[in-house]
């Protein structure tokens, strides 16, 4: 029964993510009736804080480190031009700077790309290229907002090969898997770097796993 006064009306609440406090006057309480003036605050902990200090931190340095690697490459004005130019392409899609150096890094080598190994030379991207892949992918009815997400989820497109890789892997899964039309759409957004594989080990491991058909 909760008819006795508790000594102390402060509840503290601990765990490794924040305190809870409540706070509340249980001398009125009873089996039947509700208890009144029932008062919470929250607020991070310490630790919490810190580690969200942390993270924050850890994705400005990461921002400062990706542009130092881009400008360390891009040097001469007709350089940054090009490069101003395929942002300029992407503008379409919503994405602030930040993101548009990152995916036009991470396509043409110059941030660091787990999907490429270390087979992708640096290079600056040219406006045709980046043109013909965005314009080659909304032929397969992807919206921008499509677009948009798969270039989120596989910003690599962009230096895939247009002709070998992207068109011959769209054939490949037309002709030999029926997947076409709304379909493949689908099949794209779920998992579009389908559109980059270029090796098949059928099952014997070569160690290019990213891009690699056994995945499929």
């Known amino acids: 029964?909760?008819?006795?006064?508790?000594n102390s009306p402060l509840l503290i609440i601990d765990s490794?993510?924040?305190?809870?406090?409540?706070?509340?006057?249980?001398?009125?309480a009873s089996s039947s009736i509700p208890l009144p003036n029932m008062r919470f605050s929250c607020r991070f902990s310490p630790s919490v804080a810190a580690e969200t200090w942390t993270s924050n931190l850890s994705s400005k340095q990461w921002i400062l480190h990706s542009t130092a690697q881009i400008e360390n490459i891009i040097t001469s004005n007709e350089d940054q031009s090009m490069w101003e130019a395929c942002k300029q392409a992407l503008s379409a899609f919503n994405f602030s700077d930040e993101e548009k150096d990152k995916i036009l890094g991470k396509a043409f080598?110059?941030?660091?790309?787990?999907?490429w190994?270390?087979?992708?030379s640096k290079e600056v991207p040219k406006l045709k290229t980046v043109n013909g892949v965005l314009?080659?992918?909304r032929s397969l009815?992807?919206?921008d907002d499509d677009l948009s997400i798969l270039l989120k989820k596989f910003p690599e497109v962009l230096g895939c090969n247009l002709e070998e890789e992207l068109k011959g892997n769209v054939k490949i899964l037309e002709e030999q898997w029926s997947i076409k039309g709304n379909s493949l759409r689908k099949l794209l957004l779920r998992n579009?770097?389908?559109?980059?594989?270029n090796v098949d080990c059928k099952g014997d491991c070569i160690a290019q796993c990213t891009r690699c058909w056994a995945r499929f």
């Open 135 to 137: 314009d080659y992918l």
């Open 117 to 120: 190994g270390e087979e992708r």
């Open 192 to 197: 579009p770097k389908v559109l980059g594989y």
């Open 141 to 143: 009815n992807l919206s």
């Open 1 to 6: 029964m909760l008819g006795k006064r508790l």
């Open 16 to 28: 490794s993510a924040q305190f809870c406090y409540c706070k509340t006057d249980l001398a009125a």
């Open 109 to 115: 080598g110059l941030i660091h790309s787990p999907y």
